[in-house]
């Protein structure tokens, strides 16, 4: 039903099976040495030290908030709307994920407009409208933001970007593996609002994505296009849905413990390298789960027992591959143990017990502590992988 190309959905509508009717405004600028020249004085560009090399020689008013952010706290959001000059109707993020996340966010609470100068290919939330914002006492939450007036994605400043940065976008889509099916379950448990036809795109491109990741590694332009186009389409996925529930379920509950264990210096590494690390985790655990039915707890669950085989069968699909797509992610230098970004055992397995949503959300998470089996399938799952 959807598009497969991201530059053919501005300005329209889908009427969708689901019952909704499904519109997209963004204006997504894609192509080579296509940032704007100039910007007018009443945009304000929020960018850090690093990104701001990416600007070139672009004209407008620039707003450094630190020499490398590396975390989208709620006082790096507060100094924008303080500081920015009155005359200011838009902001301007030139970076990826955690400048994104603070501009939108600056944006939604200023009511300003936003617009997304990507520098990386390394997360979907270009096109998103929330915002994950660490508060104080390292609270993380989920937060309502501005969706993009426009977003410029470079493909020249795109593909130059740190390997690293390019890999944790890879790790970003993967996750929509066990994203996927927990936003079927939620549906199933808490009647979340469901779309078949947004899952669908967001299969599509998570398909694309891995099917062309080999060629990452080298910076191969057909990979890096299928990498870029990914990216958007799940953010356009978001985007329409309203939420984030199409791109991210327990594996990025997880990921942002782990940004919060970063911190405390703790952890190391990037978003999307958590991202992919908790798929890996989460489709073993969801296995284990769905290796034998439980009896219903309460009439909450009716939908999912009803479901059960359905559900199971994806799961059981899923790791049926899980090895290849791991293989896969160690062959271009992708992440896929938590000892790899500083996690031991000790600290997994609290991760693993303590780990909450940053906003209420029904994922594999919540599934095994409502079924008593945490404790055990961790356990399991310790033993079995570590």
Same mark, same amino acid.
């Given at each position: ?20 009717? =499904? ?32 600007? @070139? ?27 920015? #000059? ?8 030139? @970076? ?12 939604? *609470?200023?009511?300003?407009?936003? /617009? ?12 998103? /409208? ?9 609270? &993380? ?12 994605? +470079? ?13 944790? @976008? *890879?790790? +970003? ?28 795109? /967001? ?45 991210? @379920?327990?594996? =990025?509950?997880?990921? =942002?413990?782990?940004?919060?264990? /970063? ?54 699909? *899923?790791? +049926? ?9 160690? +062959?271009?230098?992708? &992440? ?23 906003? #209420? ?26």
């Amino acid at each position: 039903m959807f598009p497969k190309n991201p530059l053919e959905y501005k300005g329209r509508q889908f009427c969708c099976k689901c019952g909704k009717t =499904h519109s997209f405004n963004a204006d997504i600028i894609l192509g080579k040495n296509i940032l704007p020249k100039e910007f007018s004085k009443d945009t304000l560009i929020i960018c850090d030290s690093n990104t701001l090399k990416c600007a @070139g020689n672009i004209k407008g008013e620039k707003f450094v908030i630190g020499k490398s952010v590396e975390s989208a706290k709620i006082n790096f959001v507060r100094h924008i709307i303080d500081n920015m #000059p009155k005359d200011i109707i838009t902001l301007a993020a030139l @970076g990826s994920g955690t400048i994104c996340d603070i501009t939108r966010y600056a944006a939604h *609470l200023s009511q300003k407009h936003f /617009v997304a100068l990507a520098t990386a290919p390394s997360m979907d939330g270009y096109l998103s /409208v929330v915002s994950p914002i660490v508060f104080e006492n390292y609270v &993380k939450r989920s937060m309502p933001s501005k969706a993009p007036k426009k977003a410029y994605c +470079d493909i020249d400043i795109l593909s130059a970007a740190p390997m690293r940065l390019i890999l944790a @976008g *890879l790790g +970003d889509i993967l996750g929509k593996f066990t994203s996927l099916i927990d936003w079927k379950i939620a549906n199933l448990v808490e009647d979340c609002y469901y779309c078949p036809e947004i899952a669908e795109l /967001v299969k599509y491109a998570v398909e694309l994505c891995y099917q062309n990741s080999q060629g990452l590694k080298d910076r191969d332009n057909k990979s890096i296009m299928a990498l870029i186009d990914a990216l958007l389409l799940c953010g356009i996925a978001m985007n329409m849905a309203g939420f984030s529930r199409p791109a991210s @379920g327990a594996e =990025h509950t997880l990921a =942002h413990y782990f940004e919060i264990e /970063v911190l405390k210096n703790k952890a190391y590494g990037y978003h999307g390298e958590f991202v992919g690390i908790g798929m890996l985790i989460y489709a073993r655990l969801l296995n284990m789960f769905f290796e034998k039915k439980p009896n219903m707890l309460s009439k909450k669950f009716e939908k999912l027992m009803d479901s059960w085989y359905s559900i199971k069968d994806e799961v059981t699909s *899923l790791n +049926d591959r899980l090895e290849q797509i791991e293989s896969a992610m160690k +062959d271009v230098g992708c &992440k896929t143990k938590p000892s790899e970004i500083g996690i031991d055992k000790k600290a997994l397995i609290k991760a693993l017990l303590t780990v909450r949503p940053s906003m #209420p959300k029904y994922t594999s998470i919540t599934l095994l502590r409502d079924f008593g089996k945490e404790k055990e399938l961790i356990n399991k799952y310790i033993e079995k992988y570590l």
